[in-house]
């Protein structure tokens, strides 16, 4: 059974599914970063786009690895429907519902895992430990995602207001490599890349994450009264620099293979 979180994500990015391309901006620029890593060939002409969104990169990762039969994995039905309205959808790039921790899928059958800006909805030891299980011997994982770090600001600009969440925590480059060996993944090539972006107002900012379904916050309750939000505005008014109003986030990219013939401990 779908558990309350991952129901209300999957919500979230429902309602972001018309608007998304049109404004992740920087996860479509970490994505196209990804896919420039693709390797050459598969052990076993399998891959999986988990997370995939809305597919905005279906097209370039059926170019570099034409002979794959690819599945779309994503959380939300909506965002998938809006993949096959924007034609990214073919018979060797297929849509499946599913939660990345538990994919209705065979054990070593997947030549490689590619996941762009989704996986930090999961619990790291769970969704690594089944993408080493779908994993073919020999097998690739590209992941993307943002740890700790990301969105300070935002973070910091509400600790003087209130003590609510206002922004989920995420987990850190130290948990995903926990979760990395545990799963079985011994070796990989780990890089951390801080990108800023800027923006004219913290209105833009709130626009943005909820157009790109990433404005569901774990644990918060009710509406966010006028007056904390004007304080909470005017505290990150005093980060504002030449550029306008920074927004950090911390993305990890992890290179790595299934190697070995069981499961670390």
Known sequence: MESPLKTAVSQHFSRAARSYDAHAELQLAVGRSLVQRLPSQLVTPAALDLGCA????????QQALP?????????????LNEAA????????????CADA??????????????????????????VMAEVWRVLAQGGRLLLAVPLAGSLQELTQSWQGVNHR??????????????????????????QQQVMVE?????????????ATGADHVNGASGLTGKNAWQAMVA???TRRT???????????FLESEKLGGSRGV
């Open 235 to 237: 505290e990150y008014e």
């Open 242 to 252: 030449s550029q306008g109003l920074p927004l950090t986030w911390n993305v990890l």
């Open 54 to 61: 809305t597919a905005p990169f279906a097209r370039a990762q």
């Open 67 to 79: 002979e794959v039969l690819w599945q779309a994995v994503d959380l939300s039905s909506e965002m």
């Open 101 to 126: 921790e538990s994919l209705p899928l065979e054990a070593s059958s997947q030549g490689l895992v590619f996941s762009c800006f989704a996986l930090q909805w999961c619990h790291p030891v769970r």
């Open 165 to 190: 969440p206002h922004v989920n925590p995420l987990p850190s480059l130290k948990d995903w490599q926990d979760a990395a060996l545990q799963a079985g993944f011994a070796d990989g090539q780990w």
């Open 198 to 210: 800027y923006y004219d107002s913290v209105k833009q900012i709130a626009r943005r994450l909820k």
């Open 85 to 96: 309205e924007r034609g990214r959808l073919n018979d060797h790039y297929q849509p499946l």
